[in-house]
Antibody, heavy 124, light 113 residues
Framework: EVQLVQSGAEVKKPGESLKISCKTS????????IGWVRQMPGKGLEWMGI????????RYSPSFQGQVTISADKSINTAYLQWSSLKASDTAMYYC?????????????????WGQGTLVTVSS | DIVMTQSPESLAVSLGERATINCKSS????????????LAWYQQKPGQPPKLLIY???TREYGVPDRFSGSGSGTDFTLTISSLQAEDVAVYYC?????????FGQGTRLEIK
């Protein structure tokens, strides 16, 4: 059974750093792209970026490039999303999701399995 | 970036009636290599992550009830629920997977009339 289990809710102050995790199981971690999606309170879904754990190839949305870092540790089948300096506007629910298999030569695809979400609250 | 525009923003339908949600992309999402439209639909219920319903515009994900169907091509797409059930109350999102950055529509809130 494919599972993505995210780390727990976080409460941080502006300027602090943070790394949240997404532990996967039930499939070959290095063979599928895995991505992160932001959902601000009461708002819609925003695609942040994806990583291919097999070779660490990473693609970011321009909206999030330079604001966050996506990484993966294939020794423990876990993906990460991190911030070096949080802002109040980073307050949101963050979901990791596995991207389904895509046609040869293509990177982008839909997300077929999702984590439960990690709520990040940034407040002074 | 490809802009995805959904309509309506909210919708109230009686139980057993048809619900239709539209999604328009600012450019074609037809991928020539496999001749498929790279457009997906998701359902998100309160307090839950999104759930994939439809991919390639019209292919139902495994386990999704057949009252859900997707149609359209190029830039105009539709999600139809043929006979609304109480458990279908949710927000529905379209997503283009044609090119990065992948983008979502703003969502359509579906309620019972």
């Amino acid at each position: 059974e494919v599972q993505l289990v995210q780390s727990g809710a976080e409460v941080k102050k502006p300027g602090e750093s943070l790394k949240i995790s997404c532990k996967t199981s039930g499939y070959s971690f290095t063979s599928y792209w895995i991505g992160w999606v932001r959902q601000m309170p009461g708002k819609g879904l925003e695609w942040m970026g994806i990583i291919y754990p097999g070779d660490s190839d990473t693609r970011y949305s321009p909206s999030f490039q330079g604001q966050v870092t996506i990484s993966a540790d294939k020794s423990i089948n876990t993906a990460y999303l991190q911030w070096s300096s949080l802002k109040a506007s980073d307050t949101a629910m963050y979901y990791c999701a596995r991207q389904s298999v895509v046609p040869a030569g293509k990177i982008e695809g839909e997300f077929d399995y999702w984590g439960q979400g990690t709520l990040v609250t940034v407040s002074s | 970036d490809i802009v995805m525009t959904q309509s309506p923003e909210s919708l109230a339908v009686s139980l057993g009636e048809r619900a239709t949600i539209n999604c328009k992309s600012s450019q074609s999402v037809l991928y020539s290599s496999n001749n498929e439209n790279h457009l997906a639909w998701y359902q998100q219920k309160p307090g839950q992550p999104p759930k994939l319903l439809i991919y390639w515009a019209s292919t139902r994900e495994y386990g999704v009830p057949d009252r859900f169907s997707g149609s359209g091509s190029g830039t105009d797409f539709t999600l139809t629920i043929s006979s609304l059930q109480a458990e279908d109350v949710a927000v529905y999102y379209c997503q283009q997977c044609y090119t990065t950055p992948i983008t979502f529509g703003q969502g359509t809130r579906l309620e019972i009339k």
